[in-house]
Nanobody, 123 residues
């Protein structure tokens, strides 16, 4: 599975961005698609995940009500809509896919990773 993340950029605090993650090659084995982020000097953290087939979603407490994960199965693409962005949302955002049935919230539970897209929120 190859994952291509895009949509990052520079935005002012309070603004919005939508990240995309296009998947190709062997997506039939994908159960979950998730987003993680890693800010400078911090460890990678879970952001959100979506069940590829039925669309169940789960979020980190820090982004609930602020971010929305969705998917377009026809396009093999997962999105992360980020609203009301804050400087502390600045990070490299990664998408990842998991082929196990159990809900994955840890990085090691994912099998494939995209290259990351940088989101910078200015104050």
């Amino acid at each position: 599975v190859q994952l291509q993340a895009s949509g990052g950029g520079l935005v002012q605090a309070g603004g919005s961005l939508r990240l995309s993650c296009a998947a190709s090659g062997g997506t039939f084995s994908t159960y979950w698609m998730g987003w993680f982020r890693q800010a400078p000097g911090n460890e990678r953290e879970f952001v959100a995940v979506i069940r590829w087939t039925v669309g169940n979603t789960y979020y980190a407490d820090s982004v609930k009500g602020q971010f929305t994960i969705s998917r377009d199965n026809a396009k093999n693409t997962v999105y992360l809509q980020m609203n009301s962005l804050k400087p502390e949302d600045t990070a490299v955002y990664y998408c990842a896919s998991a082929s196990r049935a159990v809900l994955p919230k840890k990085g090691y539970e994912y099998d494939y990773w995209g290259q990351g897209t940088l989101v910078t929120v200015s104050s």
